[in-house]
DNA sequence: GTAACGTACAACCAAATGGTTGTACAAAAT
DNA sequence: ATTTTGTACAACCATTTGGTTGTACGTTAC
């Protein structure tokens, strides 16, 4: 995983929208109409939304007839949620060898 | 947490120097120019940079004489994460329920 | 007291973002 | 065959972003 794909994704997630749009896919697939139908905004922005988390991989489109059924993709958003994990065990191995100086005396 | 409190964390996330400044600052506190010192760009792009971070409250300042240190803030990442997990919640409930109606026939 | 250091902030710029409307086209319904 | 539906995409616009340089100011060192 490049940076650039973890900043899409962080950058993808970064909106109360998309967000939502997450939220819903991954509770149940829809159209990407259907998901239009839930904003106060036009189709296209919709659309733009739903291209935003389609590039960051956190979402996949699937072509069924002539709707387009948009479906959460959990390992994406696993790697993500790893990736703090991450930031968190470096603070806590810090953390460790604090503990290491302060009893060392 | 408000939706815009999230944005900004996300936000804040999506930008390859500013996720590096966070893992620096957990694994030791640094004043900022120690932290410009690691980048090739301008002191004042760094100074935003941990500016953004600040605004997200994933580090806090802390002025020691003339300089400036910047600690990680542990919580705020914490509240990331979680929000991620939800994610995976929500996808797993609802694999469940596909399991129920998968077994209920 | 003066010089150097660490920081903050304003002004500026190019590029990206998040929205709009309009057009186009394939699939489904009539 | 025609209309409606679902989608994609371009063009446009205002705002934000991520960088720059320059200025200012308090703190430390000489």
Same mark, same amino acid.
């Given at each position: 995983?490049?940076?650039?794909? %973890?900043? @899409? ?22 159209? %990407? ?8 905004? @036009? ?8 291209? %935003? ?16 059924? %948009? ?35």
């Amino acid at each position: 995983m490049s940076d650039s794909d %973890v900043d @899409s994704i962080f950058h993808a997630l970064a909106d109360t929208t998309r967000r939502d749009i997450v939220t819903r896919v991954m509770a149940r697939e829809q159209s %990407v109409s259907d998901l239009a139908g839930a904003y106060a905004m @036009s189709f296209a922005a919709v659309q733009k939304h739903v291209a %935003v988390l389609e590039r960051a991989m956190l979402i996949t489109k699937d072509r069924r007839g002539r709707e387009q059924i %948009v479906h959460g993709d959990l390992n994406t958003l696993r790697k993500a949620a790893r990736l703090l994990e991450a930031y968190e065990e470096i603070w806590r191995t810090r953390a460790d060898r604090m503990d290491d100086i302060l009893t060392e005396d």
